[in-house]
């Protein structure tokens, strides 16, 4: 049964730091795009980054790069989503996301929500003062 569970959310102050995990199970991630997204009250789900396997390629929407970084390890079947200098407008659900389809995606198509068939619960994430 294909299981992922995030973990590592919470409150932080703007400028801070939080790491996320995604720890899969009932499937190795090796071959996978693994997806972070988020979705804040009254917004739809949005891409955030995501991580293809195989090639490696890595996908940013344009408001988190150089704040936060992905990154896998396939022995541990984990993702990760390190995220550095929040601000509030970060606050949201975050999510992680499988593609269960492990054909290679253009680089800007790969992070596309309706390509994930597989979703976690979600976790909080909150930046504030």
């Known amino acids: 049964q294909v299981q992922l569970v995030e973990s590592g959310g919470g409150l932080v102050q703007p400028g801070g730091s939080l790491r996320l995990s995604c720890v899969a199970s009932?499937?190795?991630?090796?071959?996978?795009?693994i997806g972070w997204f988020r979705q804040a009250p009254g917004k739809e789900r949005e891409e955030i980054s995501c991580?293809?396997?195989?090639?490696?390629?890595?996908y940013y929407r344009d408001s988190v790069k150089d704040r936060f970084t992905i990154s896998r390890d396939n022995a541990k079947n984990t993702v990760y989503l390190q995220m550095n200098y929040l601000k509030p407008e970060d606050t949201a659900v975050y999510y992680c996301?499988?593609?269960?389809?492990?054909?290679?995606?253009?680089?800007?198509?790969?992070?596309?929500?309706?390509?994930?068939?597989?979703w976690g619960q979600g976790i909080q994430v909150t930046v504030s003062s």
């Open positions: 996301a499988v593609d269960a389809d492990t054909t290679p995606h253009p680089m800007g198509v790969m992070c596309w929500r309706p390509l994930f068939d597989y």
């Open positions: 009932g499937f190795d991630i090796d071959p996978y795009t």
């Open positions: 991580i293809a396997g195989g090639n490696g390629d890595i």
